[in-house]
């Protein structure tokens, strides 16, 4: 039997995220399934999300930290999107029943501040780009049951991309030089109790290098990152399931405090 089109699978993946159920693996449906077929199904989705009246809210990189590869059984990053109707309001609610199976991971993001386009992009030159930096929860969810996939299944699906809750951007000027995000020490919390922590090394030994990456696999893909993108550089910490009430909060010395709380039905 012939594999299900691109086409048919981007819109499986589409009916599960606006009908909040998940199914199998797309390997699954097509076990032929490569990586850049499954970019190019998150290019139909991006497309799709678009032209549903969406505007792009920014990139996100994933798995880019041993902690994540190792939850995820994937060992490499991945690369997503995220659309400006996903974004919560720093302390704002998460309405109950919106995501799936919602997990929380904390995250150093980016805005930046010039193009960056460059096939060979280091993290020098994508810190150059870089005009602030702030804390991010992700807010992930799969359309696939208990995040079991494989690596095209989850590009595929968006790199889990649900919500995001972004804090308050810090010039990276007033960081210093050198900005010593490396040793940001980032700290996340639900309910007042300490969850996990982790610094910005954990992510590819400075969170520079995970947007320098996402830069490299856009332009291999002839696209590129205007300016004042938002860029989610990839989790310090595993990502935690949540149940209805948790309020979670992301914090550390330089960047602030970032939170959000789950909605629970009254
Ligand atoms: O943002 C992420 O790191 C998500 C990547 C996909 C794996 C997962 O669902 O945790
Ligand atoms: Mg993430």
Not at 51 to 71: C, D, F, I, N, W
Not at 95 to 105: A, D, F, N, S, T
Not at 208 to 233: E, I, K, N, W, Y
């Amino acid at each position: 039997m012939m594999p299900p089109t691109l086409t048919a699978l981007t819109q499986e993946l589409w009916d599960r995220r606006s009908q909040g159920r998940t199914g199998p693996k797309l390997t699954e449906l097509d076990p032929g399934l490569t990586l850049d077929q499954a970019y190019a199904i998150q290019d139909q989705l991006l497309a799709q999300t678009l032209a549903e009246g969406e505007q792009l809210g920014g990139r996100k990189a994933g798995l880019t930290s041993a902690v994540k590869m190792r939850q995820a059984g994937v060992d490499q990053p991945i690369f997503g999107f995220l659309a400006v109707g996903w974004a919560l309001e720093n302390g704002g609610t998460l309405p109950p029943g919106q995501l799936i199976q919602p997990r929380v991971e904390g995250e150093i993001c980016f805005i930046t501040g010039a193009p960056l386009a460059a096939p060979d992009c280091t993290p020098a030159t994508a810190l150059n780009a870089v005009a602030q930096v702030a804390l991010g929860i992700e807010i992930v969810d799969s359309r696939y049951p208990g995040y079991r996939f494989d690596l095209p299944s989850v590009v595929a699906d968006n790199c889990s991309s649900g919500a995001y809750v972004l804090g308050q951007g810090v010039p990276l000027g007033d960081l210093g030089h050198p900005d010593r995000l490396e040793a940001e020490a980032l700290s996340l919390g639900r309910n007042g109790q300490p969850l996990a922590s982790g610094v910005g090394a954990d992510v590819l030994g400075h969170p520079a290098a995970a947007l320098a990456t996402l830069v490299r696999h856009l332009a291999g893909r002839g696209q590129s990152l205007p300016p004042a993108s938002l860029v989610f550089a990839g989790a310090v910490t595993p990502a935690f399931d949540v149940q209805a009430g948790d309020t979670i909060t992301l914090s550390s010395p330089r960047l602030g405090q970032v939170r959000c709380t789950f909605g629970a039905t009254s």
